[in-house]
């Protein structure tokens, strides 16, 4: 089944601890991508990928760090967490057609929660 | 960012009856556009999609029309079921590796 996946799925943690939160997509996507959901602000951009070994700022990438190292995977980093940046996270994943990139795969989300 | 935004947060209808939801996109430059369903306590899915150069396109009991003067895009449901309740929001693309999404309209069927 082609699918997005995430993990984990729920987290609680503490200001200042370290985690990763994994993504991994079977479509051989060379588009992956990063966000965050609030309520009122909808999706915003954190941090996208166009292919293995490159990666771009989104709209908010303050906090966050990504690597591309091989095409299915994308983690998503936070290297301090605080609590600005307890939120609902989706990756997704896209084919790139020459016009751009196309509709988006997301996975199922990932609810941070930083006391 | 770009500023993707809903006419109305919430809307509720009659099972049966046609759905409108509606959204205004704020750059002029997007040349492609998608609806999104989700539900409660999933990821966003893809519903249709429809490009610049169309005004309208139509699915399965959805159409998409997308009014470029205006820069407003609207999704119409047929028959609106109770598996159609969800929050619905629209993407652009205003450059080829972007999307912006709009912050949604949270569709209640009533049975």
């Known amino acids: 089944e082609a699918q997005v996946t995430q993990n984990p799925r729920y987290l609680i943690t503490v200001t200042g601890k370290k985690l990763t939160v994994t993504c991994s997509q079977n479509m051989n996507h060379e588009y992956m991508s990063w966000y965050r959901q609030d309520p009122g602000l909808g999706l915003r951009q954190i941090y996208y990928s166009m292919n293995v070994e490159v990666t771009d700022k989104g709209d908010v990438p303050e906090g966050y760090k990504v690597s591309r190292k091989e095409k299915r995977n994308f983690p998503l980093i936070l290297e301090s967490p605080s609590p600005n940046q307890t939120s609902l996270y989706f990756c997704?994943?896209?084919?790139?057609?020459?016009?751009?990139?196309?509709?988006?795969?997301f996975g199922p989300g990932t609810r941070l929660t930083v006391l | 960012g770009e500023s993707v935004g809903l006419h109305l947060p919430t809307l509720s209808v009659q099972e049966g009856d046609n759905s409108i939801i509606n959204c205004a996109y704020s750059?002029?430059?997007?040349?492609?556009f998608i609806w999104y369903k989700q539900e409660s306590g999933k990821g966003p899915q893809f519903i249709i999609d429809?490009?610049?150069?169309?005004d309208k396109r139509q699915g399965q009991r959805v159409t998409v029309l997308l009014n470029k003067t205006v820069k407003h895009l609207s999704l119409q449901i047929a028959a609106t079921q109770p598996g159609d309740s969800a929050v619905y929001f629209c993407?652009?693309?205003?450059?080829?590796?972007?999307?912006?999404f709009g912050t949604g309209t949270s569709l209640t069927v009533i049975p």
């Open positions: 750059n002029s430059a997007s040349d492609y």
């Open positions: 997704a994943s896209s084919l790139i057609a020459l016009a751009g990139i196309n509709e988006q795969f």
């Open positions: 429809i490009r610049s150069n169309m």
């Open positions: 993407a652009e693309r205003p450059t080829g590796n972007q999307f912006y």
